[in-house]
Structure formats: structure tokens, C-alpha cells
């Protein structure tokens, strides 16, 4: 799983990065206002399309297949945190498999007593790099 994470958090990173280029006249990093709705762009040579939701942004790979979900649906900027829903996303999207979110919450707790992870709060980790 630890490897799983680390390669959400490396999509995210690179996404977030083009995402704050492209939009580097926006300012609100608390409430993403003057940030677009929904649009799309390029990303060496993948498709991205993009929808802003609650505190943060809903990504869909559209082309190569398969259409990945990366979903930093809060803190989209701050890279290494994780959760069950984002992880959820993400493997499901990369795999075709259902997940439980309840197994992943799990796992993410095992990866905090190995010392992998910090504990933000009873729902968010971060990876200790």
C-alpha cells in the first residue's frame, strides 16, 4: 500500500504543479474562488480534465486510459497528505477493483505505527519523508 500512496502523491504533486502554473493569476489558496469550475489541459502527453468541489479539485485522466481519479478534495496543495477517500479514488480508478474504504483506513493505520505515517487527524496522514 505504501507504494500505492507514493504514487498518488507523486500524480498530485505533478498535477497541482501545472494546475497552480496554469492558473498563476489565482490567488485564494484557502477557498480556490478565482480558480476555474471545471476545465481541462495537458499534461506531457496525458489529458486531464479537472472539476473544483468543496475545498479542493476532482482530476479524471481522459486520455491514455485508464481514467485515473486523483481527488485532493481538501489541502490539494499540500502533497503528501492522503486519506481513505483519496485512496479509495484513485485505486479504484487505476484497477477496475471495488475497495473497501474501511480496509484502507486500516492500512493507513498500520503505516502510522510503522512510523511511514503521520497522523493529521482521525481521517488525514502524511507521508514522513
Known sequence: MFEKI??????QK???DEFKRLNSSSSDFKYFLDFPR????RLN???WSFFRHGLGF??????????LIIDP??????YKIVDDWRL???????SGNTYDKYDIKAQLEKLFLENKLERINSNQYKVIK
Open 38 to 41: 471545471r476545465g481541462h489541459f
Open 58 to 67: 476532482r482530476f479524471t485522466r481522459q486520455m491514455p486510459l485508464p481514467h
Open 73 to 78: 478534495h481538501v489541502c490539494p496543495f499540500e
Open 88 to 94: 479509495l479514488q484513485f485505486l479504484e480508478s487505476q
Open 45 to 47: 502527453n496525458e489529458e
Open 14 to 16: 505533478k498535477l497541482m
Open 6 to 11: 507514493l504514487e498518488y502523491i507523486n500524480f
